[in-house]
């Protein structure tokens, strides 16, 4: 398939380590984020969301975190694993709008 | 369907053309995204319809390119006299509340490369 992004931030972990990758969103204002997986050739995959009034979310191995002080977000997986491999985006909306507005990814690759 | 689907998977236009993307999104889905992906790149918004209404088309580039879902359910994404800078790959997704601040589900995409 296609390559999503030639030039991204790669982040490289062993199988079987936890993940963290990071986003500084723009917007002081929003209120809503949500990160996406996009493996090469398809479309991203909801991962896992979280509204302002929350610091911290956990799903299934995957926990996000939101610092509004200073408009960083953080998605860590637990145990990577192979399948896991692929670009990582963040999104952020404000005010129930319209748009998503994505942050630039990250490329994580798994070592076997 | 399972879910978002878009047609054609690929599609090679020539300078000068036009073409037509098509989304069928997820049955009964109110809210339907166009969204414009470059190599390398986050995706970029381009257009939202809630039902049958376009309520923003901010982020569409230029008046070459149109956005109709006339029936509610599927969109069509046209772009008039292609340029190369149009090249790049188009995701449609859809998510049942109105907004973009809830859980959106995207298509595979379409890769529009103009020659």
């Known amino acids: 398939g296609e390559s999503v992004g030639l030039h991204l931030p790669t982040l490289s972990v062993q199988e079987g380590d936890n993940s963290i990758i990071n986003c500084a969103y723009s917007n002081s204002a929003s209120d809503y984020f949500i990160w996406y997986k996009q493996e090469s050739g398809k479309g991203p995959q909801f991962i896992i969301d979280?509204?302002?009034?929350?610091d911290k979310r956990q799903g299934q191995r995957v926990t996000v975190l939101l610092n509004k002080t200073v408009k960083h977000l953080s998605l860590q997986i637990a145990a990577t694993q192979p399948g896991d491999s692929a670009v990582y985006f963040c999104?952020?909306?404000?005010?129930?709008?319209?748009?998503?507005?994505f942050g630039g990814g990250t490329r994580l690759m798994v070592k076997p | 369907g399972a879910g978002v689907s878009q047609s054609p998977r690929y599609k090679v236009a020539k300078r000068g053309q036009d073409v037509a993307l098509r989304c069928d999104p997820i049955?009964?889905?109110?809210?339907l995204f166009w969204y414009q992906q470059a190599l390398g790149q986050g995706p970029e918004f381009l257009t939202y319809f809630q039902n049958e209404a376009q309520l923003d088309k901010s982020g569409l580039p230029s008046d070459r390119f149109f956005a109709e879902r006339p029936e509610g359910s599927v969109s069509t994404l046209k772009i008039q006299r292609t340029q190369q800078e149009d090249s790049a790959v188009y995701l449609c997704a859809s998510s049942q509340r109105q907004g973009a601040n809830t859980e959106a589900f995207f298509g595979q995409g379409t890769r529009l490369t103009v020659v």
């Open positions: 999104a952020e909306n404000w005010n129930a709008g319209n748009m998503l507005t």
């Open positions: 049955s009964g889905h109110v809210s």
């Open positions: 979280i509204r302002s009034n929350m």
